[in-house]
Each structure stands twice: as structure tokens, then as C-alpha cells.
């Protein structure tokens, strides 16, 4: 399936070794060489280069945000110097594409935006373009040069990235699993009543989560009835419904009598189209009914003052 | 609401035989109580539903009260046998009563998908005392 | 015209739960009701599910489009798993192959416009519906 483009967990990709990339980069044993070539003539070159890149940097107003001192500047700097002898070195293998993950990985974390990244390839490219543009050699050799250079570029780049908008996923399925993890506050709102607003989406390993919990605070508080509002779930399939029906059947092994909340007039037909079978769960529309059974159930009424 | 705390009922602990072949009983108010503990043996089980059907037999109780809160393993094994005393019991037009169950034997009997109809429960002991009087009656 | 498709692979629980929000997004823009909403992602679920369970991996493919009877979603879902042997008895109620609950197809089925199941052993299963916002 080539044309699946996204995976959000996304290690589709970094999986290749540095033979199928090149291959998919249509980049050759001869384009190689070209690069190897020119780099004879640009290498002295590439000190003043990534002074002058950094000249540019200078006058971003941001800069300071990303390179705190003069000595982080000048460790990004001699980090910059060795890429590019590495990229005129032209040794493409499995090492090489593991370096331009790091550099990925590492401007993932620093959070340094890849528009600043792709400016230092730019000007690069600019650059050899210069020095092509002064040499001898004939037009098309020169193109051909142009060429490779610019695929192996391409190339560098779609690995780092790759590897940039991978580590920013992650971070960001990290944050929103954690934001999810940490809602499950199973309270007492009254004496022998027991409530828990499910929010967010419940998946397997939660929903594991969430039994636990429950139960031991049965255990522990010995409340008779327990309250699940599912108002705030996103999605109630046969799977969610299953690990709802579990908790609840435990529940009342253990002597406390579930009931459910706030079934959406949305969520009550899509159940009742999956041809779930809730039992004899008590289930109710909003958590004010469901608040009168247990009051019920525990034997207490609630009256004006 | 009034709990009678009857003087027949001892620490179920004591009354617990060593060998773990024997069931202990109690009986309060009509109730029959059945303490049940963690099994030294397969043995136990088995015999369980013998001496409660011959037990209940004996006492025309109406009411089967199992105390699970010495119990914190589970197996289907042991649910299937538990499972048949409930049966046997509601033969004998006796209701049964599980009190206490652990949280981790609650999930593992839901997670065993093992039937859980045909009986009440409660939360422990005296719950389940209190449940037979207001709900099921003398 | 915007390309408003969506495609995923889907691998583990995590890619069905950005699958499903990314989806619930979609028919939220364009102003699906609450329960057009809920069947859609309730059926994306348990086709995205079923390719995690049986299948191990997959992909999915869902877009909002325009015909005479107006916006509907169209929704497919593929994967390279062992397939299903009978499709037509898999949409029967309280069929199942695994031992759980046989719920999710008929399920599905009730709940959308146009459903669709291909499948061959050993190539794989093809899910796809459509549900139409009017």
C-alpha cells in the first residue's frame, strides 16, 4: 500500500535501511560519485558558508530562543560543518541515515521549527549552485552534478522530517494518553454512594484501569451503589459496552448496585442498533435520575427544605 | 432496621477446621452461613456442596449466606463448584447470598464470563444479614 | 477542490483512537447531527477494532462526499488478514468466529447506509459504508 501516507505511530519509514531509501530516491552509485566530485571543490568552502548562515540566523528575531549562548551556537555550528562534510563525503549507508535521524530527533526535542533546518539546506543549495555556476565544466555535467546534489538533499531531508513530525507525535499521544489516564476520580458523594464521570475514550488497558480502581474503592469505602456517568465517553462500541457491562457485573459480585448515567438520546439508539443486551443494568438518561435511584436504594430521600 | 448480632455466631476463624475438609457453619436466625476460605485442596470444594445441601437439609433454612471475604483467589474451577451448591440450594427453594467478595475475585469471575444469575449479594456479612431480613424476610 | 480524504494505517489501539477523532472532526465540520455522528465513529470503531483484532494491521480511508441526496460519509477500511470465510454469515447476528460476542458487523450494518463486506481467505477483508447526513 505505497500511497498510505500517514501512520501516527509512524515507524513505517525509519524501518528502511539506506539501500531502500536510495533506491527510492532514484539516487545512484553515479549521482554519488557527482556529489563526491564536487565536494573536492565546495569543502573549503563550507566554513564561510555556515558563517554566512549564521549571519542570516542572526537576524531572525527568534534565534535567541533556540541558541541560549554563544557556547550552544558554536556547538550547533560545529555540528552544522561536520553535516556537510558528510554530505559532500557522500558514504551512504545505514550510519549516515542514523545521523540524520539524531539531527531529527534533536530538533524535535529542542522544539526548533524545521523551517530553520530547511533555510540551512536552502542556502546550501544556493551556494553550490554558485560555485557550479563559476566552474568549467561543461552545461549538462554541471546539471547532472545540480541534480544529485539536489536528489541527496531531498533526500537528508525527508529523513530528518520524517523523524522530526514522528517525535512530535509521540509527544503529542503522550500528552493526550496522560490527559485521558489521569480522569478516573472514583468519589464518594455520599455515604454508601460512590460516583465516576468517565470522560475521553476508553480503550482496553483503561478500561482495565478503571475496573481496578472501582472495585477497590468498593472495597474500601463498602458503598452499596455505585454511579457511572458516561455522558463525557466519546465513543460507546460493542468493545466499550463490553468493558461497561464487566465493570458493572463485578460491581454487584461484590454487592454494590451499579447503575449508569447520562445515556445521550444518540448513545441509547447507537446501543440499541449494536444489539447490545445491558440486562439488568439500571441505566438512566442524566445523572439527576440516577442520583433519585440511589438515594432510593440506600434508603434516604431527598426533601425541601 | 435492627441487625441481630446473634450469640450462636462465633469468629468464623476459629471455627475454621485445620484440615480444610470440613465446611464451617453458623447459624443465625434461620440463616445458614457458610464461611468460605481459601482451599488447601480440591478436596474442599468438592465436598462443599455435600455438607451445604445436607447442612440446609438438616436446618430448613431458607436462606444460604456464603461469606467470601477470606476468598481472594479464584478460579472457574472453584466458581463452577460454588455455582453448584447455588443450584442445588435453589432446588431446595433455599436463596443464596454471596457476601464480600474480594475486588479481585469480582473481576475474575466477570472476566471468566462465568454465570452470575440466580443469587444476591452483598456487600459483607452483615449487609447480607440485613439484605435476607428486608429483602427475602424470615 | 480541497482534498479533505483522509487515509491511516492502522496498527494499534492508539492509531484507531486518532482515526476515530480525526473522523469525528470531519463530519463535525460539515455538520453532521449527533447521531449521524455517533453511528459513523460507533461503525468506524468496530470495523478499525476488527482489523486490530484479526487482522493486525491496516488501513483506512474515509471522506466526506456529494451526491443528489446530499453530503454523506464514505468510509473503507482494509486489511491483509487471514479473512472471513462466510461474509454473509459474519453479518448474521450472534456470529462468532473468536468466542466474544458476534455483535460488531449486523451492528454496523443497522446502524449506516450501505455496507459492504469483501473478503477473500488469506488476501484479506474489505469493510466499507456509506451514511448520508440528510
Known amino acids: 500500500m505505497t500511497d498510505v501516507i500517514v501512520s501516527s505511530t509512524g515507524t513505517r519509514s525509519t524501518t528502511k535501511d539506506a539501500a531502500t531509501l536510495l533506491k527510492q530516491f532514484r539516487i545512484t552509485d553515479a549521482d554519488l560519485d557527482l556529489v563526491r566530485q564536487f565536494g573536492d571543490k565546495i569543502r573549503p568552502k563550507i566554513d564561510a558558508f555556515v558563517d554566512q548562515f549564521y549571519v542570516w540566523l542572526a537576524e531572525q528575531p527568534f534565534k535567541y530562543e533556540f541558541f541560549m549562548d554563544d557556547a550552544h551556537v558554536q556547538e550547533v555550528r560545529t555540528q552544522q560543518t561536520k553535516y556537510w562534510h558528510d554530505f559532500f563525503d557522500a558514504k551512504i549507508d545505514d550510519d549516515f541515515v542514523e545521523t540524520r535521524r539524531h539531527i531529527g530527533r534533536v530538533h524535535a526535542k529542542i522544539e526548533l521549527p524545521l523551517d530553520i533546518y530547511m533555510a540551512a539546506m536552502n542556502n546550501c543549495l544556493e551556494n553550490c549552485v554558485d560555485v557550479l555556476m563559476a566552474d568549467e565544466e561543461p552545461g549538462n555535467e554541471r546539471q547532472r552534478t545540480l541534480l544529485a546534489i539536489a536528489k541527496l538533499m531531498h533526500f537528508d531531508e525527508m529523513i530528518t522530517a520524517d523523524t522530526y513530525s514522528q517525535v512530535t507525535n509521540e509527544v503529542m499521544l503522550e500528552q493526550s494518553k496522560s490527559m485521558i489516564e489521569m480522569s478516573t476520580p472514583v468519589t464518594a458523594i455520599w455515604d454508601d454512594i460512590l460516583m465516576l464521570p468517565l470522560v475521553g475514550i476508553i480503550d482496553s488497558k483503561r478500561a482495565l484501569d478503571i475496573t481496578a480502581r472501582v472495585l477497590e474503592e468498593i472495597g474500601r469505602t463498602q458503598s452499596s451503589c455505585f454511579i457511572l456517568d458516561i455522558s463525557g465517553v466519546a465513543i460507546i462500541d460493542t468493545a466499550v459496552a463490553n468493558y461497561l457491562i464487566k465493570i458493572t457485573k463485578a460491581c454487584r459480585l461484590m454487592g454494590c448496585e451499579p447503575l449508569i448515567s447520562g445515556l445521550s438520546p444518540a448513545i441509547a439508539q447507537t446501543i440499541v442498533n449494536l444489539g447490545i443486551d445491558v440486562g439488568t443494568i439500571q441505566t438512566t438518561g442524566n445523572l439527576r435520575e440516577a442520583l433519585k435511584h440511589a438515594f432510593d436504594h440506600v434508603g434516604m430521600t431527598v426533601t425541601e427544605k | 432496621m435492627t441487625v441481630r448480632e446473634s450469640g450462636v455466631m462465633q469468629d468464623p476463624k476459629s471455627n475454621n477446621p485445620s484440615d480444610g475438609t470440613e465446611t464451617a457453619f453458623n447459624i443465625i436466625d434461620g440463616r445458614l452461613i457458610v464461611t468460605l476460605h481459601p482451599k488447601d485442596d480440591d478436596f474442599y470444594f468438592d465436598s462443599l456442596c455435600d455438607d451445604v445441601s445436607f447442612a440446609l437439609g438438616k436446618s430448613g433454612c431458607g436462606v444460604l449466606i456464603m461469606d467470601a471475604t477470606h476468598l481472594e483467589l479464584i478460579d472457574d474451577w472453584d466458581f463452577q463448584r460454588l455455582r453448584r451448591v447455588i443450584d442445588v440450594a435453589a432446588l431446595m427453594g433455599t436463596k443464596t447470598i454471596i457476601a464480600g467478595v474480594r475486588p479481585g475475585v469480582a473481576a475474575s469471575i466477570v472476566e471468566l464470563g462465568c454465570d452470575i444469575g440466580g443469587f444476591s449479594t452483598a456487600l459483607n456479612l452483615k449487609s447480607a444479614l440485613r439484605f435476607a431480613d428486608t429483602e427475602i424476610g424470615p | ?134
Open chain 3, 1 to 134: 477542490m480541497p482534498i479533505t480524504r483522509k487515509r491511516q494505517i492502522i496498527k494499534s489501539e492508539t492509531d484507531i483512537i486518532v482515526a476515530l477523532s480525526k473522523l469525528r472532526t470531519m463530519l463535525e465540520g460539515v455538520g453532521f447531527g449527533e447521531l449521524q455522528i455517533s453511528s459513523s465513529v460507533t461503525a468506524a470503531s468496530e470495523l478499525l477494532r476488527n482489523i486490530e483484532k484479526y487482522a493486525g494491521s491496516g488501513w483506512v480511508q474515509f471522506d466526506v462526499m456529494t451526491d443528489s441526496r446530499g453530503p454523506y460519509l464514505e468510509f473503507t477500511a482494509t486489511d491483509h488478514g487471514p479473512g472471513i470465510a462466510d461474509p454473509e454469515q459474519a453479518m448474521a447476528d450472534h456470529f462468532s468466529s473468536s468466542g466474544t460476542l458476534g455483535l460488531g458487523l449486523p451492528g454496523v450494518k443497522r446502524m449506516v447506509d450501505d455496507f459492504t463486506l469483501s473478503s477473500d481467505i488469506g488476501v484479506g477483508t474489505t469493510a466499507s459504508f456509506k451514511l448520508w447526513k440528510g
